[in-house]
């Protein structure tokens, strides 16, 4: 069975565009059977900001399952900002999965992830304590993917990031910043393991489609990507004319 | 002492609005030419897109801010793709 998933990144949500979101969401449950954000949600990560974020999300007539992205992170206060968005009925991935029943199962494995570049032109856990620090950071974040993907009894997969797994979907970034844009570590965790799509966002000057050396579907769904308020994916496919 | 490099000047106003808890703003293109600073970017409301001005502005108060950054235009959901 089909499964529409609504997804985008990077709404970077205040109080001073608070109720412009929500404006945007009217209607999705006709579009879409679960909306995924790909992390980003605030601008400077506070517990304010996190309020507007979980007010806008509350009560929408789809699930609703999100990661925090780097500013989400800013003002340390990740967890207490992951505790709004519970209470407000949305699910937070944290390098961990959620499986979602629907016209058919949906599991989502994510999280934020990391950054560290990509292969032949990345970071190695090697030297100052500080850079093996970063690089084992995105070499923890995968391997949790991994597993949580292995583990997942679900009819369709997807993996919900906020930095890339792959360099195709950041095109039109400045190469110098790609290792900090995301990580191949992380598409190679997918590919050992299997996903139909992997979702993310972080890199607004990117581009919307790639692919993993796997052959996985890759998605950046950064709002100025998209340039829309949401993108709609359909897996096993959609006949637009079929209610 | 020379002056500072245009280079320098550039990157202490990117850093500025990357870093100043008013902006927080990555992925804003900043140039200098002469007196003047470009900003090119994508911001998501007016609001925002004068508030960076007014950083970049002063962390380089000598120049003159030539503000080219555009609020993200957000259309309707319409189009899906099916994978």
Known sequence: MKTRIAAVGDIHLGEDVRGRFRARLEGIEERADILLIAGDLTRHGTVQEGRVVADELRGLPIPVVTVLGNHDYHSDAEEEISGLLRDAGVTVLDDNSTVVDGHSTLGIVGGKGFGGGFAGKCASEFGEPETKAFVRHTKEIAERWRVGLKELQADHKVVLSHYSPVKDTLDGEPPEIYPFLGSYLLAEAVDAEGADLILHGHAHLGSEKGMTPGGIRVRNVALPVLGRAYAVYCLDGCDPDEE | ?83
């Open chain 2, 1 to 83: 002492m020379s002056a500072e490099a245009p280079q320098y000047v550039a990157a202490r106003v990117q850093r500025a609005l990357a870093e100043d808890e008013r902006t927080h703003e990555l992925g804003i293109r900043v140039d200098v030419r002469g007196d003047q600073l470009f900003l090119r970017g994508q911001v998501s409301c007016e609001g925002r897109r004068e508030t960076l001005a007014g950083v970049a502005h002063e962390a380089a108060p000598e120049l003159k801010v030539r503000n080219e950054l555009t609020v993200v235009e957000i259309r309707d959901p319409r189009e899906e793709e099916s994978l």
